[in-house]
């Protein structure tokens, strides 16, 4: 089913956020009681609370990917300055990103004093090799860190995103688009001849501050 990210989401988006927090709610809630409720050993506790984080993350990239967060996150950047949206010189976030997925990051795990790396891993040239590049990069993560990962695919047919107040909006400006435009250019490059333009796995991995 192809993804495309629409500018006009209206009501769309209410639901959208209702339908999130609901999974993310059952996470949260299925991970609690996974936890034994008699004395655990130290090392047994630490498996029970990695375990946990390991499934709020897991929850949290399914969803972001339902409600279309995850892949106007991925194109959530300025074609023309080739560097995302809201970044440094470092080209990349110490936070969530000022998106609706960046938002969800925040609010899981950071104010629950989790710190996240969210990696990105793409197709590079004829689709030979593989190319990484970092979205959030928050420090080394410690021991105890687990991580979670999604594959996302990116067509054609995607329009870019921008940042539109406290959300990302669309540009009108498709993939196909930005490829052929002369001066611009996207992070990942088109790597089929079909409507398929990239496939990205987004790892997130959490830890303790």
Request: charged share 20%; aromatic share 10%; glycine share 8%.
């Amino acid at each position: 089913m192809v993804t495309v990210f629409r500018r006009e989401r209206g009501q769309a988006y209410t639901l959208e956020a209702v339908v999130a927090g609901t999974i993310l709610l059952a996470t949260l809630v299925f991970a609690s009681q996974a936890a034994a409720v008699t004395p655990l050993t130290a090392s047994t506790s630490s498996q029970h609370i990695e375990n946990q984080e390991r499934a709020v993350a897991e929850g949290t990239l399914v969803s972001a990917e339902e409600n279309e967060s995850l892949v106007s996150t991925l194109l959530f950047y300025n074609v023309s300055g080739g560097i995302y949206y809201n970044t440094t010189f470092n080209r990349q976030y110490a936070e969530g990103p000022p998106t609706r997925f960046g938002d969800t990051l925040e609010s899981v795990f950071r104010d629950r004093g989790v710190a996240f790396n969210v990696q990105l891993s793409y197709l590079a040239g004829d689709a030979d090799e593989r190319q990484q590049r970092r979205l959030v990069y928050m420090g080394a993560p410690t021991d105890s860190a687990v991580s979670a990962s999604r594959v996302v695919t990116l067509y054609d047919t995607d329009e870019t995103t921008e940042p539109n107040g406290s959300v990302e909006g669309s540009t009108d400006r498709t993939l196909a688009n930005v490829t052929n435009t002369s001066g611009d250019g996207f992070y990942m490059d088109d790597v089929s001849k079909g409507p398929v333009y990239n496939v990205v796995e987004v790892e997130v991995t959490v830890w303790r501050m």
